[in-house]
């Protein structure tokens, strides 16, 4: 079975300062993984998403993630953050492109601080 | 574009009422979900419908849990009857054929006393 660890359920940092969002996973084939941001209130907007190919993915609002095979990691990235990113994060890895369902991270709170 | 659109977005009941949730995805998805998030659980798949038909619905809790697809524009989730358990967001989400990630709706906060 698929599943998804975060392993920081929250993280703080200041504002300005660079970022990186933890996330390992567990599957049994060529994993599509998925980088997920929920304000608060919102529903769940996609940040970036890996498929095949070069292992350094590019999204929007600055973030990047690095897909490790060895390691299944799949962490995210933002060079300098800014108060407006203050939200959850969620990981998720799914066959098929993300047609067949994804399994979520539980997700981890990201705090910006002043 | 309006995206996935989901109503109502908070619906409080009494316990033992009949609820039932919407959704209208985004035209030319094939594929719609619908995902429980609650701070114990995290978000879990309840069901997903590819071209309308249910293909997995083994994330339903149990049998006071259905839902339906009669078109490709609308697509409900009901619970009948509900219990305060059943307190979560529930969200739908939409993807296309190739399967590029979802897109989710704003999500129906649903509580039940």
């Known amino acids: 079975a698929q599943s998804v660890t975060q392993p920081d359920i929250h993280i703080t940092v200041s504002e300005g300062a660079s970022l990186e969002l933890r996330c390992n996973y567990s599957?049994?084939?060529?994993?599509?993984l998925f980088w997920y941001v929920q304000s608060p209130g919102q529903g769940l907007q996609l940040l970036l998403k890996?498929?095949?190919?070069?292992?350094l993915v590019q999204g929007i609002k600055g973030f990047e993630a690095e897909f490790k095979r060895s390691q299944s990691s799949f962490n995210l990235r933002k060079p300098s953050v800014h108060w407006s990113d203050a939200a959850e994060y969620f990981c998720?890895?799914?066959?098929?492109?993300?047609?067949?369902?994804?399994?979520f991270g539980k997700g981890t709170h990201l705090i910006i601080q002043p | 574009d309006a995206g996935v659109i989901q109503s109502p977005r908070h619906e409080v009941t009494e316990m033992g009422q009949e609820v039932t949730l919407r959704c209208k995805p985004i035209?030319?998805?094939?594929?719609l979900f619908w995902y429980r998030q609650t701070m114990m659980r995290g978000l879990e798949l309840l069901i997903y419908?590819?071209?309308?038909?249910?293909?997995?619905d083994s994330g339903m809790p149990e049998d006071r849990f259905s839902a339906k697809m009669p078109n490709a524009s609308f697509s409900t989730l009901k619970i009948q009857p509900s219990e305060p358990r059943d307190s979560a967001v529930y969200f739908c989400?939409?993807?296309?054929?190739?399967?590029?990630?979802?897109?989710f709706g704003s999500g129906t906060r649903l509580t039940v006393v």
């Open positions: 989400a939409s993807s296309p054929l190739q399967g590029w990630g979802y897109t």
């Open positions: 599957y049994g084939a060529t994993p599509y």
């Open positions: 890996y498929f095949s190919g070069d292992t």
């Open positions: 998720a890895v799914g066959p098929g492109g993300g047609a067949d369902g994804l399994t």
């Open positions: 035209s030319g998805h094939d594929y």
């Open positions: 419908f590819n071209n309308n038909v249910p293909i997995d």
